[in-house]
């Protein structure tokens, strides 16, 4: 029997990617967004997560065995991400509700679970790293909390099991995304190749020097595939990293040699991208313009406040995997190799030069 999949988010980094995976394996796959783009193997759903009424609606005729849940709405205050996005899993899953057909749900958050929310980002006390899924909540407001809460809550009402996923920084393609660090470096080494401005680590010596990981969307997708269909997985939280560490005074290099500039010297000081891209909008509008390029709106392509976030922070962040591991998912991706993809892929859709 074919296996049917929901993808709340189906055009983001990680709903995409996990798109791509469910469709090469067979599986009937519908995708949710207030404004569906046309995706391969993907049968759209337009609907407002915050719109009860929408909701029904547009899924009155769509019958899940698996509903992937990877979007959300940044609001002002964790108060008001704590409500909204809250909100969006709640009425999403009670308009699956009566139909009975949902099987399983995996909910994708990330390490904000032990990090906390922006407005305390790597602040106070913190668990110790490399995290571990057996690490407790953080005694604070947090969106990740209140969306587990409403799976957890749907799951004991309608019987599916659930997965909870928790990546890192996220290395995917995705064109109007909230948080995009591959695709922002990639418009920033692009706009340094042409202009000639120095290649500059936007962050933090914590970050420069201390070892860090990521999560390739690829990866993140195959992990969401094997946890809602083995059995061992059901009803558990995973950390979800490529596998490999790596520092940032290596990494930056890497990238400046992909596309073809020097890095410039770190001195220890932080020179956030907020602050180094504030006046990019016109010159990447030019740059795209003379060579062709197929976005030239630099908003729809880059997030420098959630790139300074991650390279501002003052510890070390690492991710344990083991509990993956011991239940059989034992895939590996080198982040260097997730980001020249991207960065290849970028290329041949014309985002970058």
Same mark, same amino acid.
């Given at each position: 029997?074919?296996?049917?999949?929901?993808?709340?988010?189906?055009?983001?980094?990680?709903?995409?990617?996990?798109?791509?995976?469910?469709?090469?394996?067979?599986?009937?796959?519908?995708?949710?967004?207030?404004?569906?783009?046309?995706?391969?193997?993907?049968?759209?759903?337009?609907?407002?997560?915050?719109?009860?009424?929408?909701?029904?609606?547009?899924?009155?005729?769509?019958? #899940?065995?698996?509903?992937?849940?990877?979007?959300?709405?940044?609001?002002?205050?964790?108060?008001?991400?704590?409500?909204?996005?809250?909100?969006?899993?709640?009425?999403?899953?009670?308009?699956?509700?009566?139909?009975?057909?949902?099987?399983?749900?995996?909910?994708?958050?990330?390490?904000?679970?032990?990090?906390?929310?922006?407005?305390?980002?790597?602040?106070?006390?913190?668990?110790?790293?490399?995290?571990?899924?057996?690490?407790?909540?953080?005694?604070?407001?947090?969106?990740?909390?209140?969306?587990?809460?409403?799976?957890?809550?749907?799951?004991?009402?309608?019987?599916?099991?659930?997965?909870?996923?928790? #990546?890192?920084?996220?290395?995917?393609?995705?064109?109007?995304?909230?948080?995009?660090?591959?695709?922002?470096?990639?418009?920033?080494?692009?706009?340094?190749?042409?202009?000639?401005?120095?290649?500059?680590?936007?962050?933090?010596?914590?970050?420069?020097?201390?070892?860090?990981?990521?999560?390739?969307?690829?990866?993140?997708?195959?992990?969401?595939?094997?946890?809602?269909?083995?059995?061992?997985?059901?009803?558990?939280?995973?950390?979800?990293?490529?596998?490999?560490?790596?520092?940032?005074?290596?990494?930056?290099?890497?990238?400046?040699?992909?596309?073809?500039?020097?890095?410039?010297?770190?001195?220890?000081?932080?020179?956030?991208?907020?602050?180094?891209?504030?006046?990019?909008?016109?010159?990447?509008?030019? !740059?795209?313009?003379?060579?062709?390029?197929?976005?030239?709106? !630099?908003?729809?392509?880059?997030?420098?406040?959630?790139?300074?976030?991650?390279?501002?922070?003052?510890?070390?962040?690492?991710?344990?995997?083991?509990?993956?591991?011991?239940?059989?998912?034992?895939?590996?991706? #080198?982040?260097?190799?997730?980001?020249?993809?991207?960065?290849?892929?970028?290329?041949?859709?014309?985002? !970058?030069?």
């Amino acid at each position: 029997m074919t296996k049917k999949a929901l993808i709340v988010g189906a055009s983001g980094i990680v709903g995409s990617a996990t798109a791509k995976v469910l469709g090469d394996e067979g599986w009937q796959v519908w995708g949710l967004a207030r404004k569906p783009q046309q995706q391969e193997n993907v049968t759209p759903v337009a609907a407002d997560l915050l719109d009860p009424a929408s909701l029904a609606s547009a899924l009155s005729g769509v019958a #899940p065995s698996h509903v992937f849940i990877s979007s959300w709405l940044r609001q002002p205050t964790e108060a008001e991400n704590i409500r909204v996005n809250s909100a969006m899993v709640r009425n999403l899953l009670d308009a699956l509700s009566p139909a009975g057909s949902v099987q399983h749900v995996a909910l994708v958050t990330g390490l904000k679970h032990y990090l906390g929310p922006f407005e305390a980002y790597g602040k106070g006390a913190l668990p110790q790293t490399p995290f571990r899924e057996e690490q407790g909540r953080l005694d604070i407001d947090n969106f990740y909390y209140a969306q587990e809460d409403e799976v957890f809550a749907a799951a004991a009402r309608d019987g599916f099991t659930w997965s909870i996923h928790r #990546p890192h920084t996220i290395v995917g393609k995705a064109v109007g995304n909230a948080m995009n660090m591959g695709t922002t470096l990639a418009v920033y080494a692009s706009i340094c190749k042409q202009t000639g401005r120095p290649f500059r680590f936007p962050g933090v010596g914590m970050q420069w020097d201390g070892l860090t990981d990521m999560t390739d969307a690829a990866l993140l997708a195959r992990h969401l595939l094997w946890a809602s269909t083995t059995p061992a997985a059901a009803n558990q939280g995973f950390n979800v990293v490529n596998g490999d560490v790596f520092r940032w005074k290596w990494m930056w290099s890497r990238i400046a040699e992909w596309f073809g500039i020097e890095p410039a010297p770190f001195d220890g000081t932080a020179r956030p991208l907020e602050q180094q891209m504030a006046g990019d909008a016109a010159i990447w509008r030019e !740059i795209a313009e003379r060579l062709g390029l197929a976005e030239p709106d !630099i908003d729809r392509l880059v997030s420098p406040w959630h790139t300074d976030a991650d390279l501002g922070r003052p510890i070390e962040v690492v991710t344990d995997m083991s509990k993956s591991r011991r239940l059989g998912f034992l895939d590996y991706q #080198p982040t260097d190799d997730a980001f020249y993809a991207l960065f290849e892929q970028l290329r041949a859709d014309r985002l !970058i030069p």
